[in-house]
């Protein structure tokens, strides 16, 4: 399998495929091609946002967007992991809390975040705090719902077993159901930081003050057209990242997976 | 090291069951799985239950490892009564139940782990019983990176580093191919020589029952009750060539007919030691 990735056809179709849409998204944009439906004649070209990612780079705004923006997804996270998974693990060993905390959290459940925005701003006086709730919650039902499969769908058989060799229930949540439970939690934390990317942006776009949704927004409205899709390209870029993160740190947390079967 | 315990645990290991029954499932799908089952099982002596799959057999195996209550009647272990799983009744399953995030040496440590015992003393004594299934050198290893007889000799001396009073077994060798079951059987009659721990092992190979036990105890299909109790005959220490002597396939062919008594009937699906599975209240999508 570690062979593979260096023959030629594993990276050198996927590197002309992309080459070949940002040559159609140039030729588009030059042609300034209209269809009547759609309309590339504001479309900036690879080449004006390469230019405007390039001046972003070197000036301090950047630094200034971004730093916000993560403070942001940071702190929402965090909120979201502590609670959603706190929540999931009692939720899925206790079945007092499943009856009484699992009810209004479905009837939440569905809810959009984004269509937390305006009650968010109401109860909150700062808009940092609601923005930062409007990611929490984003982020929170994806790792709470994970982290309760997640402890399902532990093996009874490994809990039978651990109770045999004398696990007390204190022990069993940190030896047995925990680690169980991890691969899940793991995969609903990586779920849960795309969302929170979502909403920020989102929440930035719509209240917001500075942060990289706030700065693609206000390019719009300043009809600085190439800086729109320098932040959307940054958007992606810090989504997957913070992503691929949690993944990294997931397999360094548990190296029984990598020889696993 | 293991003289003074062999005499020590001669002692104990003395399991009395008394009209036992048990119901698994619960609402409408509960059945009695085992019904009015009388057994007095001796300190030391090796029992192997046997009966055709679904009879209720790892039933009667759960509920004295403590993981099933019974509806009825009364299970002693030395004379007090089975109040929920305990290392002092071991269970090995057909399929190991290693903790796949733990080192082959902290899965049969986690006992002791579990009582608190600093980690240095708690690997010296794991160690020692690795090498005594011939797993030294696999310390570090996870459980996926060994073979299935290897992970079920890990699970054995795990279930041994509690220093079991019953060594309670659920099919441990169904899982694997017949040449390793038979190094296993061997294994598990040598290790039982030395540690002289009461085993209850449950299986519906007749050959390997014959092989192992110094009684066998039939069940019929659901419910289960008991049929047949025997005494086997044969000397110990026990080689292949048993198989092929005449007493055994008398023996042999004797229980075939008791397992067989019914062939016509739909057989049954195989029960867990822990019960009904238990179905999850509520499924959820993401």
Redesign the interface.
């Known amino acids: 399998m570690t062979d593979r990735r260096f023959t030629p056809s594993a990276w050198l179709l996927p590197a002309a495929s992309l080459l070949v849409s940002v040559l159609l998204w140039q030729a588009l944009a030059a042609s300034r091609l209209h269809l009547g439906v759609v309309t590339f004649a504001n479309v900036p070209s690879p080449v004006e946002v390469l230019r405007a990612g390039w001046d972003l780079l070197q000036s301090p705004k950047l630094l200034f967007h971004l730093g916000h923006s993560l403070v942001r997804v940071f702190a929402g996270f965090a909120a979201a992991a502590l609670l959603g998974i706190g929540l999931g693990l009692l939720v899925g060993r206790a079945r007092w809390a499943?009856s009484t905390l699992?009810p209004p959290l479905e009837v939440l459940r569905p809810i959009p975040a984004v269509a937390w925005i305006p009650l968010s701003v109401l109860v909150f006086p700062s808009s940092e705090v609601s923005m930062i709730f409007i990611t929490f919650i984003g982020a929170l039902?994806?790792i709470l719902?994970?982290t309760?499969?997640g402890v399902?769908s532990v093996?009874?058989?490994?809990i039978?077993?651990?109770?045999?060799?004398?696990?007390?229930r204190w022990?069993l949540f940190g030896?047995?159901i925990v680690?169980g439970a991890?691969p899940a939690i793991i995969t609903?934390l990586a779920?849960g930081m795309g969302t929170c990317w979502f909403c920020l942006v989102t929440a930035e776009m719509i209240s917001g003050q500075f942060g990289i949704g706030y700065y693609t927004w206000e390019s719009y409205t300043l009809q600085n057209y190439a800086n729109i899709v320098v932040g959307m390209l940054l958007i992606g870029l810090l989504g997957m990242g913070s992503s691929a993160l949690i993944r990294f740190a997931g397999r360094r947390a548990?190296?029984?997976?990598r020889?696993?079967? | 090291m293991n003289a003074p315990l062999h005499a020590l645990q001669a002692q104990t290991g003395r399991v009395a069951l008394s009209s036992v029954s048990i119901r698994v499932g619960s609402g409408a799908d509960a059945f009695t799985a085992v019904q009015e089952v009388d057994l007095d099982i001796a300190p030391g002596e090796f029992v192997c239950l046997l009966g055709p799959s679904g009879c209720g057999k790892s039933t009667l195996l759960g509920a004295l490892?403590?993981?099933l209550q019974p509806a009825q009647g009364r299970i002693l272990l030395d004379g007090a009564a089975i109040n929920?799983?305990?290392?002092e009744?071991?269970?090995v399953?057909q399929?190991h139940?290693l903790?796949?995030?733990?080192s082959v040496i902290d899965n049969v440590a986690?006992?002791l782990k579990?009582?608190g015992q600093p980690r240095a003393a708690r690997h010296a004594a794991a160690r020692a019983l690795l090498e005594l299934v011939g797993l030294g050198g696999f310390e570090t290893r996870?459980p996926?990176?060994l073979s299935g007889g290897m992970q079920q000799r890990v699970e054995i001396a795990?279930?041994l580093l509690?220093q079991p009073r019953v060594l309670l077994m659920d099919e441990p060798f169904g899982a694997l191919d017949a040449l390793t079951r038979l190094k296993m059987q061997q294994l598990l009659l040598d290790v039982w020589d030395r540690f002289g721990t009461t085993v209850v092992f449950v299986t519906h190979d007749i050959d390997e029952a014959l092989f192992l036990a110094d009684r066998i105890v039939v069940m019929s299909p659901r419910p289960g009750r008991i049929i047949e109790d025997i005494r086997l005959p044969f000397a110990r220490p026990r080689d292949a060539s048993l198989s092929t002597s005449a007493d055994f396939n008398t023996l042999k062919r004797h229980l075939l007919a008791l397992l067989h008594h019914d062939a016509d009937a739909a057989p049954l699906p195989r029960l867990?030691?822990?019960g009904a599975?238990?179905p999850?209240?509520?499924q959820?999508a993401?």
């Open positions: 499943r699992l039902f994806p719902l994970a309760i499969h399902d093996d009874e058989r490994l039978a077993s651990a109770r045999s060799l004398g696990a007390r022990q030896e047995v680690p991890a609903g779920i548990m190296p029984w997976q020889g696993g079967a | 490892a403590g993981h929920g799983p305990s290392p009744r071991g269970l399953f399929h139940t903790l796949p995030w733990r986690f006992g579990m009582r996870y996926a990176q795990r279930v509690g867990s030691p822990l599975v238990r999850h209240e509520l959820f993401i």
